[in-house]
């Protein structure tokens, strides 16, 4: 991947050129044809900067990430969670829902886009919340056997999910910090 003949202002431009053409589209017709001409791009330059639709959708998405784990590191898993609720912009987190709820259907459909958000979405911050919940065991926050630990990304992750589902409301700072203090501390511990 050539990444690096962008400047950082010209790949947010093509980024949110990508997020606006999926909102107006969705996924399923979204084509690298269309990202080119609303980019003012040559296709050519988007297959050499990203493998194609799905990692360019992803990359999209993690570019505009209004809250990401890594890096967290208060000294304190609770002010590490409070640091990432800390973070959280709930107009951004709305816009971002609705984008995230749009490509769930097309997931099912498409397993390279599945692997793509996995990679670069997910899998980054299942990473950085490991770092933390590792660090709270170093520090004996957490027990190390702590039946709760290994499900605390599915908690998070499922907080996202399940509000839209059943409250039909996108996580905002208030709902995830109260989230957090009800669900996520007491199962691990602290």
């Not at 900067?49 to 590191?73: I, M, T, Y």
Request: proline fraction near 4%.
């Amino acid at each position: 991947m050539g990444r690096s003949r962008l400047t950082p202002e010209r790949e947010a431009e093509l980024y949110s050129g990508v997020l606006d053409l999926l909102r107006e589209v969705g996924y399923d017709a979204l084509t690298m044809d269309a990202v080119a001409a609303r980019t003012r791009s040559s296709k050519a330059t988007l297959y050499r900067q990203w493998k194609g639709k799905p990692e360019l959708v992803a990359r999209a998405l993690r570019h505009c990430k209004p809250v990401a784990a890594d890096g967290v590191d208060t000294g304190s898993v609770r002010g590490d969670f409070a640091e990432l609720v800390r973070r959280i912009d709930d107009d951004h987190m709305a816009a971002r829902a609705d984008l995230l709820r749009g490509l769930g259907m097309a997931i099912h459909g498409n397993p390279d886009l599945h692997q793509a958000l996995r990679e670069v979405l997910l899998d980054p911050e299942v990473s950085g919340l490991g770092a933390i919940l590792r660090r709270g065991v170093d520090r004996g926050e957490i027990a190390a056997d702590c039946p709760g630990l290994r499900f605390i990304p599915h908690m998070v992750v499922g907080a996202f999910v399940a509000r839209q589902l059943i409250e039909d409301r996108c996580v905002d700072a208030a709902f995830l910090s109260a989230y957090v203090d009800a669900v996520v501390l007491p199962a691990l511990g602290v």
